[in-house]
């Protein structure tokens, strides 16, 4: 076949060996496989600066020289530095009782502990400015904004040597931040976990790849296995960025819980539902979502509140350890996930997959 397919432009622009990047919460996760091979970007969004600049350190003695990433969410729609008293005053009391009436139907506990502000990032623009300043600081060779437009912190990362991701749904998106000069596009699917826009994975990828000229894309949404990657390729991006896959990984400081959830788990387990954030969102199903999508439940609000709303239900969940009651965001790619492996093998397993569908594809040796 000649040259190796899945030596694309991406790991040129990288140093890296496959075209895979890891969405991760998980810092372990993050070692295993940026030095597998692959590149990782850990998700920061509901940390303190103090704890971001920590894990860009351990992840720095952990990988050496090689580049890694670090993501935030810059919502448009986030208030200025609203108290959390303030904020929680501004939920109707409608929706209040509803959330109330779903705590007495499950028996929901109350959580052990206050949530503290600083752990939804994303939530307030003032906390979003001083975890970038961050990771401008500590120069992070990747910045990754998977949700709101990165452009207005572009000149600054690229003064710093940094390259900056921008993550989208939407062509229209992809093309305001291609001309607003995003190193990388990731064009993300209705399969995929977490927030997502309402457009197949099938249809957004080559539809941002017709516009994007030398931006390298990357496909996401439902990328669990190497036929998917070979697929991405095919539908012309230059890797795939994945988060279930990682998520009942051996290193993933996921609860066992969750981890067995998402291995027995099927795409049809999950849901596409905004009642946990405001924005629409696919989650494993559970009874906080079950519940606001009958027809006698409030219309969901708008982030934050909605998410100020859902967390003392997620928190509840996790501090009991409520199996009846534990979700986790999940792509349909879920499916595909049916054991607990180590990152470094499945970037392995995912790179021999895709190999060998390019040799049926071509009848020859791919690597
Ligand atoms: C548990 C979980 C949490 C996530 N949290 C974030 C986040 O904080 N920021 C973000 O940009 N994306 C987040 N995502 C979305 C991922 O970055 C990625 O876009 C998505 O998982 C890709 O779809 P896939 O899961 O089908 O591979 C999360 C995904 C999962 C599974």
Redesign the pocket.
Known sequence: MGRNPLHTKLCDMLGIDFPIIA?T?CKDVVASVVNAGGFAVL?E??HTPDDIAADIKWIRSRVGDKPFGI?L?LPASAPDADTLEQMLAKIPDEHKRYAAYIKEKYNVPDPKGQQALHQWGGLTHEIARKQLDVILDERVPVF?S??GSPAFMLKAAHERGMKVFG?IGKARQAKREIEAGVDVI?A?GY??????GPIGTFSIVPEVVAIAGDTPVVA?????TGRHLAASLCLGAAGV?????W?ASRESDNDMIIKEKLVAATADDTVYSKSVSGFAMRVLKCPWTEEWAKPEAPRVLNSPYQMLLSSDYIQAANDHRRADLMF??????VSFIDAMKPAKQIVNDMVEEALSVFEEITGESAA
């Open positions: 969405f919460h998700g969004a509901m993501d969410v990754v998977g949700l993550l990731i993300q399969d995929a976990a977490g927030h997502t996401a949404g439902g990328v669990t960025w994945t988060g279930t896959l998520l986790e965001a999940a792509g349909q790619g």
